[in-house]
């Protein structure tokens, strides 16, 4: 921690912080510039991190130097990849994962029509949501139980693996009946039940960055997982809140390579929630895939026109594997190979 | 709902909407202008808002028309203001809370002194985290349930009644041991379990807004609340998250006037967390005040150089019973008293 | 234009509105809902825009049906997209352009050596700024004239067209002696004066987006220079404004398939201000060009490190070539191609 | 400035910058950290600011210590405030000052009775554009030199200095003939031609923040008119772009303390345009005087309905002297005086 004072600080001012710098146990290290001092805490991260100076007399501000994250940095695997591997499906590294299904579980025959085409196609991982957030309380909630039966016959017909998110921590046992992956969705980033519980169930865990969470807060959630012993967490970018109307979201694509030099985590886009259009899922798909995002989930449908929810952001199922071909081609552009299995 | 048909929209297109309005029980109104075709989409909200229009061949867009909360809005009570009683103390209407305590419940000593000088200085609710949200796994999380028998026994001393919030669910029956009011914080704004069990708990409600949720998503928050038949919201704006790095969050003051024409609830303003500097609470707290806001919801501290968490921020003890009384007039400004126990 | 009504509006507020919108001679057209009343004006465009009902007793709000630019939208050309001609070379439709440069004319020699890189590499535009805009007064400023006389040189001996930033109206002659293409910068998005004058002039304009304008706003600043009769414009995305620090700016890439639905202009991404480092502008290149950009611009130096300006953005001129014939890749994954002249 | 190493930078990456710090003639300080190394630079700032040093090997990231504006800070007048004399009226320190008038200028019979208005209200200072920057090139653009013909006849009528608004350099002569502040709006604020042209002119310059511009930029731009000799400037806040739709921009009043802090110069705050909404301006301006602004612009009508430009957002003649008597109330709260002439 660097503690910058302001100009004209007395010595008395200074002396107070290295007093309190050293109280801590840390050592501090002054110096004086010709209009500032600069006072450097150095010590055990979590006791600098708290001391308290911001409001002494004579303080300007303090600047953080450390990562306040240790577990999700890339220096703590010195520059090894995080690869997570879901029933032989791997993600991360050279390997790249496409993850679909509908938005939500709504009928027998959508959910197993549907899953049919995520394999056919190629893809590896089934996504289905049972409980659903939602922003009204007058919107559809989602199947809940039913809903977890039905991805549960979709995974037995195909042998595909599911994705699915958990909202309530009452409900997690009974998820982790069926996911082989659970979705900690946009709202929950910072639900710190959430991501303590499904971080001791050693889960593989797909962890949606918040609608106005920074990079940094992002790697901090995935650190209360990765800090409970679990490591298969797989970042995910969905779109940011900003001041553009013109689609729901803006997708935050630089993300990519910014999570990637500052964690060894796998990093996965939703194109679908940004764009909220079928067209432009595609364009945003293929961006993704060529900044070298390790997979993609996206929602499909076989008629997103009678979809209870979101069907207007929906790839149609009968033009899905045409998109995964060019998605795979994207992929390759930044070195990645769409597994097949 | 109207839904906006692209210049050149094709007789069979406009159709085909008409179709699909009316297979859901509503009316369909048609309005052919110069360049575009508007058509109205009348009848049953939720049967409206689900069309799943937006993906049809001609259509440009929606635009909602109704709100989509009931409960929350100012209609609902024809006017009415909405106040809300604690044991005795009120606010809303011209009714003016001041609410205040340490950040975080960290000893018997600071809470119980903290605890007099809120009641000294003649504000009415005691406020004390016992469970912390923390971005970090490695700061301090709060006392838990040590922290909640320290929030009784300042209450049982001080005769105040006591807001602390709540993080999980299954804390609930615990919380209510001590809680006359339950603080939601901004990052479980759309938590739903908790905001339907607090709902169905039937106590009063502090409800943050989520760093980056629009005031219809926080009246959509309250509308969870409302609708399991708890109308004892305090909605509590405590600053969104903007481009400014110079403080911690961007204090909308606007969203004062706004939320008081869109909701019967009162608003309350958190000055603390915005700010994150003890000079900048003042200005924003009369601000706030002088704005029209119902309440305010105030840090303190007996020494905030030493307090676990966000002493910065803290207005100090011996300043406190002078702050209230500025904060006072302001209030006055706008029309509300402060009502003396 | 459609005007919303509040829950209870009376007859006499309906019919205040509905006079008024007749009194500019557009035509009124009253649907009652259930809960609500709506009254769309349809009529002349600006009239219909002007009626400034918005503060009329009983008027809730007002929603815009019609798109506020006309000669930008996609409509306007009937779906054919524009194709701009530099001296033979060609942006928009399938054509893609790579334009390339460095940030700031600082040197002859750095000048010089670039532009010959430039070529070499297929590129077909020159870019260099002899005018910076810098928001501190302290900052190099640019060569100004010393900086267009080198631009010219390079000009000349390599054949290749330029682009470069116009900052002052009074410079306009001046710096249209040298370049083929004018770039206005983001600061500049709204600088009506700048928009008209080189919409007058007829020369291609690279209209940069505000790092806080929204994409109607753009396309608004579009139609001042097309509405001059000037319809060579290059809409260009470089980065928005949003609460993340990890990087400069959050490049917008929804931008790309939004704009190109919207209207008939080719689109531009400069990645190199967005991502602030060199590492970063590759992966977001390849995501411009598989997303559908018509084009990019990026800055490249020969020697980064001794750059007086945004060196660390940079693409090495040694890694240029290979640079190009890999985005090249991925904009023929769009469907694109770099023509080599 | 301060230059962090990444962890594990080898002697030689450390020493290569201490070579480039030391090679424009600065001093290198370097802390080794158990974890990272830190190299304070230290010398001219903006030698120092100019190093170019991001990109190097094993360089994490850079941390500036000195705020880059000078002339602007606070500091630069040791604690002593900047009182701005217009007219032999004062704005800044104690002395409250009050900012009213159309919107645009429309005609002779709104802008001499709106003036008179102000005057007998007890407003110091008279506001009207004759040169609009308007969204769209169809939207009314000011009525110009007509315009300024009709402010000097209200200017003489009622002794009331005026403020108006510069859009283009080359009117600046003319503007000067009447205007004894000249404004430079929102989307100018780094129209670095205009600053500096009005740093020369020497007359006093109300800044106008951009929507997404930082409040160290706004200092910045400030900075370009100080540079030129030029002290008087007035900084104003009037709302910034963010996600929230429910009114037009947020207006940031927790850049009242801030500003203050930072800078000797006065706060102006805008309430007009961030609220868009007569009802909104009050509470807003009530708050600005309250949160300790140095003054209020606003805009009155005489007949808002019948307003060519904003009508929904002015303040009503025949309210405003009511209104002005509150703001001072609130004012009062924050120790400030309006001055009655």
């Known amino acids: 921690m660097m503690i910058v004072m302001k100009e004209g600080a007395s010595d008395d001012q200074i002396q107070a912080v290295v007093d309190r710098v050293e109280s801590v146990g840390a050592r501090a290290h002054v110096s004086r510039g ?10 055990d991260r979590e006791h600098v991190a708290n001391l308290g100076i911001e409001g002494f007399p004579g303080v300007d501000h303090m600047v953080p130097i450390l990562k306040p994250y240790k577990l999700a940095s890339a220096q703590f695997k010195k520059g090894e990849r995080t690869v997570v591997e879901i029933d032989g499906r791997k993600i991360g590294g050279q390997h790249f994962m496409m993850i679909a299904g509908p938005c939500t579980v709504e009928s027998r025959e959508v959910m197993l029509e549907t899953a049919h085409v995520v394999k056919d196609a190629g893809a590896q991982l089934l996504r289905g949501g049972a409980y659903k957030p939602r922003t009204s309380p007058y919107s559809f909630q989602g199947l809940g139980e039913a809903g977890l039966r039905l991805l549960q016959e979709a995974k037995e017909e195909t042998g595909l693996p599911v994705v699915t998110e958990l909202m ?9 009946e069926v996911a082989d992956v659970i979705q900690l969705g946009a709202r929950n980033m910072q639900n710190y039940t959430l991501l303590t519980e499904v971080g001791r169930a050693g889960v593989p865990v797909l962890l949606k960055r918040g609608l106005s969470a920074t990079i940094e807060e992002l790697l901090m959630a995935a650190e209360y997982v990765l800090k409970e012993g679990n490591e298969q967490v797989l970042l995910c970018e969905r779109g940011i809140r900003t001041f553009e109307p013109s689609y729901r979201f ?9 999570l990637k030099e500052l964690s060894h985590l796998p990093v996965v886009i939703d194109p679908s929630h940004a764009a909220g259009r ?3 899922v595609l364009p945003m798909s293929l961006a993704a895939a060529a900044a070298g995002a390790d997979g993609i989930i996206v929602e499909i449908h076989p008629q997103p026109e009678k979809a209870i929810c979101d069907g207007p952001q929906a790839v149609r199922n009968e033009e899905f594997a045409d998109y995964v071909r060019k998605v795979e081609q994207a992929a390759a552009l930044a070195g990645k190979e769409l597994a097949r299995v």
């Not at 010709?34 to 006072?39: F, K, N, P, S």
């Not at 309530?168 to 982790?176: A, F, G, I, K």
Request: hydrophobic share 55%.
């Open 250 to 258: 803006t997708l935050d694509l630089l993300a990519v390579p910014v």
């Open 34 to 43: 010709e209009l500032v001092t600069v006072i450097g805490a150095i010590g």
């Open 278 to 280: 079928r067209d432009w």
């Open 168 to 176: 309530d921590v009452r409900d997690l046992e009974r998820v982790l």
